[in-house]
């Protein structure tokens, strides 16, 4: 009885195969939200003021960077979790599929958590004029929060590493 409850319950792994398969579909979207804004802002280009052009080039900024951690929590999630995929004899495979293991995962989603809020908050302080200093303390703070959880994982991860390294020898 033993091995088939064991087996049944590393079979149900494959179900996080759709929930990163409906990833590519948000990723989909973003897609189509960058190109929706690109769009939006060609006719007007040449009246635009500079800090609006730069708002909305931060904003497209922001949503590749989103769309880059999708991709790499769908790839590295579905390798870590569900199953190995078998591109070995694709020449566009990508350098780190296969290599980042859930901690690295990890580290990566938090430090491109960070360099979104980053964005996000250089467009708060290219527009301060049109928001409410509580407010901007608010995302100074929230981001402050994203820097330093980063940081506490990155250096718990060093530290549990080095552990490791010790204890083997």
């Known amino acids: 009885m033993e091995p ?8 149900t792994r494959w179900l996080m195969a759709p929930i990163y398969l409906g990833l590519s579909l948000a990723s989909l979207a973003l897609g189509l939200k960058f ?7 060609l006719p007007i280009i040449f009246s635009m003021k500079e800090v609006d ?5 931060l904003s497209l900024i922001d949503i590749s960077l ?3 951690l999708i991709v790499m929590v769908m790839f590295s999630g579905y390798e870590n979790f569900v199953s190995r995929l078998d591109v070995d004899g694709d020449s566009d495979k990508l ?4 290599k980042l ?4 995962l990890k580290n990566k989603v938090a430090a491109s ?34 820097v330093v959880s980063a940081f506490a994982m990155g250096y718990l991860d ?12």
């Open 66 to 68: 989103v769309g880059g």
């Open 4 to 11: 088939v409850l064991e087996k049944l319950i590393y079979a």
């Open 35 to 41: 190109f929706q804004e690109v769009f939006h802002i």
């Open 53 to 57: 052009l730069i708002l909305v080039v």
């Open 158 to 169: 060093k530290i549990t590493k080095e552990s490791g390294r010790k204890d083997n020898f």
């Open 113 to 146: 958590i960070v360099a979104i809020s980053s964005i996000h908050l250089l467009k708060i302080f290219m527009d301060t004029q049109n928001i409410d200093n509580d407010k901007i303390m608010w995302y100074l703070l929230i981001h402050m929060t994203f």
């Open 95 to 98: 350098s780190w599929l296969g």
């Open 101 to 104: 293991d859930s901690n690295s």
